[in-house]
């Protein structure tokens, strides 16, 4: 049997040559996205601007209009409807009544007592409810989460490589979670904690990807002493381009498998994943190991440093 | 690399074989996982709600209220003392406006007396030594309370531990369910009810402050007044539960408190009704009580509205009684439950709720379980294609890193939620990279031209410095998502955190002892990678 192999040994590709255009490229996405987002928005969830959603499956098809019209007479407020999955289920959404946190609830077991009175052997799936006190914390929460976790990050590998590498990997993180952040603009996906979770994912696959990168830079700027630093990087490249692409592959086989088998709940979730890992994968060749060069990383960056050589735990 | 000494085996092996073991109650049926022998394991793995199916509320107590309930408990306290106790101290002219209360003492050379005693009342709060109200006398015979700021703190901390034990004692009175009662900061309780599938039953029973009182109706009550909201002095005036203003003595004659029992039932009529049974000290008090007021009528007030003002027509003395209203017998049935758990000491209100139904959870559940496995057999798939022999290494360890993820969570009783199967999947990929970056590195230094043992040697030496970064970084990113996450992002880095560590042993050293044991065996001429 012969084994694949994704990348010919002898493979070279000239990556950095194209370093502006990327750069350029990236720039102009990024400020794309975070524009998009100002400008459009993000469709956020009842977690982040507090609300209420039902879930029914109802027995029988329903006409999405005359529900529309029913739960408009209702007095409940404007209600948002979506079918969620196939034609019977479908995810009614509910603005945050006015007024104290305590009548926000009751909006639900309004809608509830109607479904099962008007829409006989529907069942209510679920059932959700978030006040706007809890759903700014939740906001609040999520937004420290990710931001903790950049920063904990770019000061780790810091400490651990140069600091070039920690803002390259800062700067890595922003622009993955910047397109990110476009990606849910344009498609008006809904973003919950969930996404929040997979946001988070992102960070931590994108930074792996860079950190064997660099990983590798760190070794042929030891190395290779007398190299520059563009076919340096070239030769990093080039030489963890095949763990990078079969990695890649791997996790995005993982999820692509979980966005078509997997419960519906998630799928937002999983979606989000997968681009990040695709974006991840670009950003990490693109974005952190150019930025290297902008920085003025040399060979003599690691020269102080020789005790860093050991690894604990390497056996 | 030969160098896999019988110890060595049984290092990478025991710990293995253990999480095997306490993966294995988690992945059967509940019913059948009774049934294992004793020696097993029996820690499972929780599912969430949102797998489970169930009920989920967050409540927050409402502060205004507490202060409210402990402004009154305190009158109770200050006016049962100083009519009670020995000398006997006059007062009159209570009030509770502007949340303090204030009280006209009519012998004005017992104001010191009264102070005083009121000190000795009140509690110190914490090391500052501050105590829980300030006494202080103004206008030469009039006495103020004013809580202090500490004083509240600590009755709020106080009240939150009651009502998580009376939210408790409602949703489940014979403790046999599996529900989650626990306070969430300074002023909230979690409550996860699984199977339920209906929170308004829930919210009916956590609702209700429950707060019983029995006190006499004024009747001399100028009725017009009453109609505004006036009240005489020594009075209150309280909302009727069918409308209307009724003015009542603001002396409890007996509280809820002093229930042990309460329980829906039917009055002569047959409509739904609530009876209960005081204990010995409030029957002796209810009886006095009514014997002395015999015609009179009296109120019985729940949460400051008043249901009915009976008249007494005999004395009570047996310490048993009926509430009667408009209730319906599930109304009458929670409010029962509510009476006999206790009354809350703060209110309530709901500031989260989530319900899902058992069926979704369990679709959820199935979708995610086919998923996983498709998951998997589609990446071992690759890279068995990929790695050939090494991918086949890869691949087993990759199967024991999946048990070892379910035995540990088991171990720690972790929760398992919709967004842990997504962490799960995805430590599934992730779970591979280390071995890919070996493979790769022994692929790279067998170009180089090294020997068989060489240059599996360095392939393994030289990338470990790169997963050992790589899942530093993931674990940093993963206990910051944990520490700040909520809900659902912390659900995610549970999973992340223990595939990190299991991948990294079952990546490294597990496939390390296999190629060891390979090697060592056939004795390759050239690696195959």
Redesign the interface.
């Known amino acids: 049997m012969r084994l694949l192999k994704l990348v010919p040994d002898d493979t070279n590709i000239d990556f950095m040559r194209w370093r502006n255009l990327a750069l350029i490229l990236s720039i102009v996405v990024t400020l794309a996205s975070l524009a998009l987002v100002a400008v459009r928005g993000l469709n956020l969830g009842i977690d982040f601007v507090g609300g209420q959603v039902v879930r029914t499956t109802f027995a029988q098809p329903v006409d999405i209009e005359q529900l529309r019209g029913r739960v408009a007479a209702l007095g409940v407020g404007d209600a948002s409807i979506q079918a969620f999955g196939d034609d019977r289920t479908y995810q009614i959404r509910l603005p945050k009544p006015d007024g104290p946190d305590a009548a926000a609830n009751q909006v639900v077991t309004k809608v509830r007592a109607f479904v099962a009175a008007e829409y006989p052997g529907a069942v209510v799936s679920a059932g959700e409810s978030v006040s706007g006190k809890v759903s700014e914390e939740l906001a609040q929460d999520g937004a420290l989460a990710i931001l903790f976790a950049m920063l904990g990050i770019a000061m780790y590998i810091w400490f651990r490589f140069e600091w070039q590498f920690g803002v390259g990997a800062l700067v890595t993180l922003f622009h993955d979670v910047a397109m990110m952040l476009g990606f849910f603009s344009i498609t008006q996906l809904q973003v919950d904690l969930n996404v929040v979770a997979a946001f988070l994912a992102i960070v931590g696959y994108s930074l792996n990807d860079t950190v064997v990168i660099y990983d590798r830079i760190r070794e042929n700027l030891r190395k290779y002493r007398k190299m520059a630093i563009i076919p340096l990087l070239n030769l990093s490249l080039n030489e963890t381009l095949s763990r990078t692409l079969v990695t890649s592959l791997s996790i995005m086989i993982a999820l692509a498998v979980l966005m078509v088998l997997g419960p519906d709940v998630i799928f937002g979730l999983t979606i989000a994943i997968l681009l990040g890992t695709f974006i991840g994968t670009y950003s990490s060749i693109y974005i952190s190991a150019p930025i290297l060069v902008w920085l003025g990383v040399t060979p003599d960056s690691f020269l102080r440093e020789p005790e860093m050589e050991g690894v604990p735990g390497a056996a | 690399m030969l160098d896999f000494p019988k110890w060595k085996i049984w290092a990478v092996m025991l710990p293995i074989l253990i999480g095997i073991l306490l993966a294995i109650p988690s992945m059967m049926p509940a019913s059948e996982a009774a049934k294992l022998p004793s020696w097993m394991p029996d820690a499972r793995i929780n599912l969430g709600l949102?797998l489970a199916g169930g009920s989920h509320l967050?409540l927050?107590a409402d502060a205004l209220d507490a202060a409210k309930q402990r402004l009154q408990s305190k009158e109770e306290e200050v006016t049962t003392d100083l009519r009670r106790g020995d000398p006997k101290i006059d007062i009159g002219d209570v009030s509770t406006a502007g949340g303090r209360l204030s009280f006209m003492v009519r012998d004005s050379t017992q104001v010191d007396a009264a102070v005083e005693r009121l000190r000795a009342l009140s509690q110190p709060v914490g090391l500052s030594g501050s105590r829980d109200w300030d006494v202080r006398v103004v206008d030469t015979n009039r006495i103020e309370l004013v809580p202090t700021k500490d004083g509240d703190a600590r009755a709020l901390k106080d009240a939150m531990t009651v009502a998580r034990d009376v939210v408790r004692r409602r949703i489940d009175p014979q403790g046999t369910k599996e529900t989650t009662v626990i306070n969430q900061g300074e002023r909230r309780i979690l409550v996860q009810v699984p199977g339920v599938?209906?929170?308004?039953a829930l919210?009916a029973l956590i609702g209700q402050t429950a707060r019983l009182e029995f006190k006499l109706v004024d009747l001399e009550a100028d009725q017009n007044l009453v109609a505004q909201g006036r009240a005489p002095v020594g009075s209150q005036v309280l909302p009727m539960i069918d409308g209307g203003n009724i003015a009542v003595k603001r002396r409890v004659m007996v509280s809820g408190d002093q229930l042990v029992d309460a329980r829906q039932s039917f009055d002569q009529n047959g409509a739904p009704a609530i009876s209960f049974k005081f204990n010995n000290a409030g029957a002796k008090r209810f009886a006095r009580v009514t014997q002395e007021n015999v015609g009179k009528p009296f109120a019985i007030i729940l949460d400051n509205q008043v249901l009915s003002a009976p008249n007494i027509q005999t004395p009570i003395l047996g310490g048993a009684g009926e509430i009667t209203g408009n209730f319906t017998v599930e109304s009458a049935n929670s409010l029962a439950v509510s009476l006999a758990s206790g009354k809350l000491p703060v209110k309530l209100?709901?500031?989260?709720?989530?319900?899902?139904?058992a069926?979704?959870g369990a679709?959820?559940i199935r979708?995610?379980i086919?998923?996983s496995i498709?998951?998997?057999l589609?990446?071992i798939g690759?890279?068995v294609?990929?790695?050939?022999r090494f991918g086949v290494y890869a691949s087993i360890a990759l199967l024991i890193n999946a048990l070892l993820i379910l035995g540990i969570m088991a171990v720690f009783n972790a929760t398992l939620t919709?967004?842990g199967?997504?962490?799960f999947?995805?430590t599934?990929?992730?779970a591979?990279?280390a071995n890919?970056?070996i493979n790769?590195r022994i692929?790279?230094e067998v170009?180089r031209g090294r020997k068989v043992m060489d240059a599996l040697e360095t392939g393994?030496?030289?990338a470990?410095?790169?997963i050992?970064?790589?899942n530093?970084?993931?674990t940093?990113?993963?206990a910051?998502?944990f520490?700040?996450?909520?809900?659902?992002?912390r659900?995610?880095?549970v999973v992340?955190m223990i595939g990190i560590v299991t991948s990294v042993f079952t990546a490294v050293n597990f496939t390390?002892m296999l190629v060891a044991l390979w090697v060592r065996k056939a004795r390759p001429r050239a690696l195959?990678?």
Do not use: H
């Open positions: 949102d967050l927050e599938e209906d929170p308004e919210k209100n709901v500031m989260e709720e989530r319900t899902i139904s069926e979704l679709d959820s979708k995610g086919i998923a498709v998951a998997t589609a990446v690759w890279m294609v990929t790695y050939g919709l967004p199967i997504a962490g999947v995805l599934i990929g992730a591979v990279d890919v970056l790769e692929r790279e170009r393994y030496k030289e470990s410095t790169a050992f970064d790589a530093i970084t993931n940093i990113a993963a910051l998502m520490y700040f996450g909520s809900g659902p992002i659900g995610f880095a992340l390390r195959y990678v």
